[in-house]
């Protein structure tokens, strides 16, 4: 090989393997990689630094925070029983997560961990009711299915709203962890949501989570 041809070849791939490392979501999303499930704050300076907060950056997350994100809120942490970080009522596992993105819509499967696409278009503005919704780089609607919970209608949504809020605090209690910002919304604009998720009348939106960092 000429000197020159495999100078060009090692600056190739040196180029791509640092892009790859950090680079942001903005192409349609298969396997996540591996969560990093050591580093951050300890747990009682975590749980000190949770708070909400509104005002974002539009500094996109890489693909492994994305990974370690989706891992905090409902990965499974017990392959051998397929349970997960966060409770659900009798272990019905009833909420999805979807997350949206510049580049698109998403479902988390935690099973593979995988974000499988939707569609491409970008949603976040029309999420909720505040205009910094859509500043957040990422944004996770969390969405029961009532489906696969069990007792009566109240029961229903009590057991659902409880497990999203599980989902949701360990959101909070990763971003501060890592420094990002996170408010949970009730104001989410469920109509739109619904019809563009194409939701099943058994699925119903509890409410959304934008993440990203601190502005």
């Not at 041809?5 to 190739?12: E, G, H, Q, Y």
């Not at 905090?72 to 942490?77: D, R, T, Y």
């Amino acid at each position: 090989m000429k000197p020159f041809t495999f100078n060009l070849f090692c600056r190739t791939a040196l180029l791509v393997s640092l892009i790859s490392c950090k680079q942001p979501v903005n192409y349609s999303i298969n396997n996540l990689p591996k969560p990093e499930i050591k580093g951050g704050k300890p747990l009682m300076i975590a749980l000190r630094d949770r708070c909400s907060t509104r005002e974002f950056s539009n500094k996109e997350l890489t693909v492994q925070e994305i990974s370690n994100l989706l891992w905090a809120a409902n990965g499974i942490n017990r392959p051998e029983t397929g349970k997960h970080t966060a409770p659900s009522a009798c272990n019905r596992q009833d909420i999805d997560i979807y997350v949206a993105l510049k580049s698109g819509v998403f479902f988390y499967n935690s099973v593979n961990h995988q974000l499988q696409k939707k569609f491409d278009t970008d949603i976040r503005e029309n999420i909720g009711m505040q205009a910094f919704v859509k500043e957040a780089p990422l944004c996770l609607i969390f969405v029961a299915d009532l489906a696969k919970t069990c007792g009566d209608d109240t029961s229903k949504i009590i057991d659902s709203a409880a497990d999203a809020a599980y989902i949701s605090e360990n959101v909070y209690l990763y971003c501060a962890s890592e420094n990002l910002a996170t408010v949970v919304l009730g104001m989410v604009n469920r109509t739109y949501l619904n019809n563009k998720l194409l939701l099943r009348k058994e699925q119903k939106i509890v409410f959304a989570q934008p993440v990203g960092f601190k502005k």
